[in-house]
């Protein structure tokens, strides 16, 4: 592997700070559309074979396919959806894709062969917002989708051809607040954040090797962690990646501004990482991405409008990517999504209604310096 202060010269997209000198750089290119408007809370998604992505656009209850290997003329088709989409995810196997509508309290399901779709409506008194997410299993055949009030969890179909999508709800020893789910890279376990105290959070796990039939394995607590902070003008909330064996999760604490680790399966051992400059009174840290070799962890600061990295395996070595140009504009519900086939990465940008797309891991397209 390249040294990373060459990676660092290289970077396109963001200006990067390192040893104290920001070298500026161009965008690379963005998403838009006539009269769109991204919102805070939108997600960007890719297929796992690298060919094409999709964004939601909340106000205007639609989705965009765009080519992210194009910088212009990139949108391949728009699909609609249900009121106020606040995010798409895209099934492992990429067949479908699952939009998350938080006024119409629906998914869209939609078929990315054919672009058809269908409507899941979940058990009465479900509530989603955009607190919310979408997970799947590793057959792509079930989603995963949290109803916080009531702390339940509801699994539903992912197909096109029928409209009875429901298949079972998991109540019984779910921890406080359920908002957000991920599948380790096993396929066997999915990790649900549970963001209901204010602090000494909880995440369940949910035994997912016995498909179709799912069952809750274990709420524990994550110590002195706060997974989500609120406030009059921001809103912090994280996510949760996986070390490629599995063996260890990690997570934001916006509350500190720390990146906290938990090994599996025993979940006791919880070590985190304090990321300095991050202690404004204002949450910070928000959600965090994995490299696809799992040597580098980002997390992405709402309070500075920076990416931090650090070396998963080498925790003091931290690096920070940040915008001279002042275009870059995040909030807590905008993820980082980095594409396994170029290593390059995309985060939605709310100030100006672009896909910001950066290089923070080594490219092999690019030549050595």
């Known amino acids: 592997m390249k040294p990373f202060a060459a990676i660092c010269l290289m970077w396109a997209g963001l200006a990067c700070v390192f040893t104290g000198t920001a070298a500026s750089q161009t965008l690379m290119g963005s ?42 003329n990139n949108i391949v088709a728009v699909i609609n959806t249900g009121a106020e989409p606040a995010g798409v995810y895209i099934t492992p196997d990429g067949s479908h894709a699952c939009v998350l509508n938080i006024v119409g309290e629906t998914i869209t399901i939609i078929n990315l062969s054919t672009y058809a779709t269908v409507t899941y409506t979940p058990p009465t008194g479900t509530r989603f917002d955009y607190l919310n997410n979408i997970a799947f299993t590793s057959t792509s055949q079930y989603g995963l989708v949290c109803d916080t009030p009531q702390n339940r969890i509801h699994i539903f179909k992912v197909t096109t051809g029928t409209t009875s999508l429901h298949h079972s709800t998991i109540s019984t020893g779910v921890g406080q607040g359920p908002a957000r789910s991920y599948v380790d890279p096993t396929g066997t376990r999915a990790f649900v954040l549970c963001n209901g105290r204010t602090n000494n959070d909880q995440i369940s796990v949910i035994n997912l090797s016995g498909e179709p039939g799912f069952s809750l394995g274990t709420t524990f607590t994550v110590v002195d962690a706060d997974f989500d902070r609120e406030g009059p003008q921001w809103i912090c909330f994280n996510n949760i990646v996986f070390a490629p064996d599995a063996s260890r999760g990690y997570v934001c604490d916006p509350h500190y501004n720390d990146l906290v680790s938990f090994g599996i399966p025993t979940y006791t051992d919880q070590p985190y990482w304090d990321f300095a400059g991050e202690s404004d009174a204002r949450a910070s840290l928000s959600q965090a991405a994995i490299s696809p070799d799992g040597q580098f ?63 923070p891991f080594y490219d092999s397209y690019v030549p050595s310096i």
């Open 297 to 359: 962890l980002m997390a992405s600061s709402i309070d500075t409008d920076r990416i931090l990295v650090v070396e998963r395996l080498n925790p003091g070595n931290i690096y920070q990517i940040q915008d001279s140009s002042g275009i870059a504009d995040w909030d807590g519900a905008n993820n980082i999504v980095v594409d396994p086939y170029t290593t390059r990465a995309f985060i939605g940008s709310v100030g100006s209604d672009e896909v910001i797309v950066f290089a």
């Open 31 to 72: 998403v838009t559309a006539s009269n769109t408007d991204y919102a805070f809370y939108n997600t960007t998604a890719f297929s796992p074979d690298g060919r094409f992505s999709l964004v939601a656009e909340p106000n205007g209850s639609r989705v965009f396919v765009f080519n992210h290997h194009r910088y212009s």
